[in-house]
């Protein structure tokens, strides 16, 4: 006899409090996975690449072993697979595997555990279980690598960043030789997210990080043009400077709200370049100005914010100018 088969869904659900303010809740729908506890491990097994069927039946030894209250159950759970998706496949077949046996009231103690799990940490299950193969795939069966990239995944999407902010956080986090592949795991994640039956987040907030990437891929030729930029400047003043640190005093002014010229005038000497050595800094400052132009409107609030920016570098330049001229 046939077995049916139904897919791990999710629904949004959004009640307001009393209070006034809005409070986003996911309600877990349905699961219903094959009834063969086998089938339901390999199923959670195309998800999750990485997933310990030891420790699985560890949990499970656990569970058995005594009289465990539902937080009980989670915290075992917790303890043996750190990742939350990870955490949440186990209560789900382990429960499955308790009813099987008769245990209906360990069984209803493990769901209980699970339903908290997904109340407490949905996002981070939903999006484990979207993106954990994108991510094996991403790290070549890597393990530790692959949970790095999920980890990456799930801070990107809920701390709302904007393109400075996740430009900055990859270069932080991984160095800018480690940006083309984050930004195309991202790519990849995002639209597996997106297309799930459960996605993570609202999808249109998901699409909003997919389509600032393009603005992040900008940047990173930014980051390119900056590094022939320290050469130019390294091979006339012998001082050494590199992309990161340039990049690194620039992207602030594109996010500060109100530029000014003595934002920008100490910027040279905070890079190395002694107040001496005026035609070397003016030389860094025009050549900023010219890297801040090559960045997109929408990194910066608004077309004004660019332009105010952009004003600020030639006025600290013209200062700088000025006193070259009168030295």
């Known amino acids: 006899m046939e077995q049916a088969k139904e897919e791990l869904t999710f629904t949004f659900s959004e009640t307001m409090e009393s209070t006034g303010h809005a409070e986003h809740k996911f309600e877990e729908e349905r699961v219903a996975l094959p009834h063969s506890v086998i089938d339901e491990l390999d199923a959670y097994l195309e998800r999750l690449p990485f ?18 209250a539902a937080e009980d159950i989670l915290r075992q759970a917790g303890q043996r697979f750190a990742d939350p998706s990870f955490a949440y496949a186990a209560l789900d077949l382990a429960a499955r595997e308790l009813r099987r046996e008769g245990l209906d009231e360990l069984a209803a103690r493990t769901d209980a555990g699970r339903a908290h799990l997904i109340a407490t940490q949905g996002m981070a299950v ?29 801070a990107t999407i809920s701390s709302n960043p904007g393109p400075v902010q996740l430009y900055r956080g990859i270069l932080e986090r991984f160095g800018i030789g480690g940006f083309p592949r984050h930004i195309n795991f991202l790519t990849r994640a995002l639209g597996q997210d997106i297309g799930s039956a459960g996605p993570s987040i609202e999808p249109a907030r998901l699409r909003e990080i997919l389509g600032g990437l393009s603005a992040l891929r900008v940047l990173d030729t930014v980051h390119e043009c900056c590094g022939e930029m320290v050469e130019w400047i390294g091979r006339q003043s012998k001082i050494v400077i ?5 990049m690194q005093e620039l992207l602030p002014l594109v996010e500060d709200i109100v530029p000014h010229p003595s934002k920008v005038i100490p910027i040279p000497e905070r ?13 860094l400052l025009r050549e900023s100005r010219k890297l801040l132009a090559m960045i997109p409107v929408g990194v910066y609030s608004d077309l004004e914010a660019r332009r105010s920016t952009l004003e600020a570098v030639q006025q600290a330049m013209d200062i700088r100018i000025g006193q070259e001229e009168s030295a």
Request: charged share 30%; with cysteine; proline share 2%.
């Open 271 to 283: 890079l190395g370049i002694p107040a001496v050595q005026l035609d070397v800094q003016i030389s």
């Open 242 to 246: 590199t992309a990161t640190e340039v």
């Open 126 to 154: 939903r999006a484990g279980l979207n993106i954990s193969m994108v991510a094996s795939e991403e790290a070549r069966g890597d393990k530790k690598g692959a949970a790095e990239l999920s980890d990456f995944y799930r």
């Open 51 to 68: 997933f310990d069927r030891a420790e699985l039946q560890a949990l499970l030894h656990d569970i058995r072993s005594g009289d465990c």
